[in-house]
């Protein structure tokens, strides 16, 4: 993997498929165990740096390092440093200088985990940017999709809601894509970003677009991202054509939300108790998923750090004994 998860495209279609692998493999039943621990990342420090409030993304996270033996310090804005003023920058360069393995950030604004990787030697994991992206979410919702249909090769997923301020919409019509699957955008034009069909995604206004899909991954109103503007006439209006009930659903369709989810609003009462939704599962599939990502940054950037220095070693002894050129080239090839 690369050195930070900033964005859902810093990772390739087979490194997706290696975190998949991992998180079943290695970390899915360790939950169902009486000791869920493993010695993994024993002696590792993990700093979860969170600006934002959350439930979901926070705990696992944190679970997930514990679970990994890593000892793991929780930073939250409201109770740090923040409060009296401190910039972000700042706020890096001490969380630094205690020389920190991976730093997991998550913050309102878009770009701030690609400025924080600027300022430290640890790895970044990019938790929510605002609008921006949300890489991780993405990765336990492929990785849910993965363990209900088994082939995800020309799924159908329709994504309904408020598109226009969801950093996991941003990150799931890349990811999705990048799966095979084939993804539709159902919402009022005011909750669509500008241009969103550059990005591949079929378009749609109403519910009816939902027939033949295989997949509803229903988003929340992000209010707190709305503003002073209106983007709908009301929420009344937008709860009539846009509330997703079971009624909605063909049989095998599958429910997915990112949560929190609010009821009646973007999914009825109903539909949120049904077995026709995956929403605990993708909570369940968060802790084994963040586990294996974390865990790959780390031991794959160490082994290539190890092939690094083993190479650097070998092309040093070559030239003291006075290798060729050729020689010297082959052993960089094989490094």
């Known amino acids: 993997m690369n050195w930070n998860l900033l964005s859902i495209n810093d990772l390739s279609r087979d490194e997706i498929e290696s975190v998949l692998a991992t998180a079943s493999k290695d970390f899915l039943e360790l939950s169902k165990r009486d000791i869920k621990k493993v010695p993994t990342l024993r002696g590792r420090t993990i700093i979860d740096l969170f600006y934002e409030k959350s439930t979901r993304t926070s705990t696992s996270f944190e679970l997930a390092g514990k679970r990994l033996s890593a000892d793991v310090i929780n930073v939250k804005a409201d109770s740090s440093a923040v409060g009296k003023g ?187 108790d049904s077995n026709e939704n995956l929403i605990l599962q993708q909570v369940e599939a968060g802790l084994a998923v963040r586990m294996a990502i974390m865990y790959r940054i780390i031991v794959d950037n160490a082994a290539a750090g190890e092939a690094a220095s083993d190479t650097a070693s070998s092309l040093h002894a070559g030239a003291a004994s006075g290798a060729s050129e050729a020689e010297i080239r082959n052993i960089q090839a094989v490094g």
């Open 86 to 272: 401190e910039s972000l920058k700042d706020t890096t360069l001490t969380i630094n200088a205690y020389r920190p393995d991976i730093i997991v950030i998550r913050h309102p604004h878009v770009g701030a985990a690609a400025f924080v990787s600027r300022f430290t030697e640890a790895h970044v994991i990019n938790a929510g940017d605002g609008k921006g992206e949300h890489p991780t979410q993405c990765l336990l919702d492929i990785f849910s999709l993965r363990q209900e249909f088994r082939n995800l090769e020309g799924l159908k997923v329709a994504i309904v809601g408020d598109i226009l301020h969801s950093r996991v919409a941003r990150s799931n019509i890349q990811g999705f894509q990048k799966m095979g699957m084939k993804v539709k955008l159902v919402a009022p034009p005011s909750l669509l970003p500008r241009g969103v069909e550059a990005l591949g995604a079929e378009v749609a206004h109403s519910l009816e677009a939902l027939a033949g899909m295989d997949v509803i991954y229903l988003l929340r109103m992000q209010t707190e991202r709305h503003e002073s503007a209106n983007f709908v006439p009301s929420l009344r209006e937008y709860i009539a054509n846009y509330c997703v009930g079971r009624r909605h659903l063909t049989k095998g369709q599958r429910v997915l939300h990112p949560g929190p989810i609010n009821r009646g609003v973007e999914i009825e009462a109903a539909l949120a």
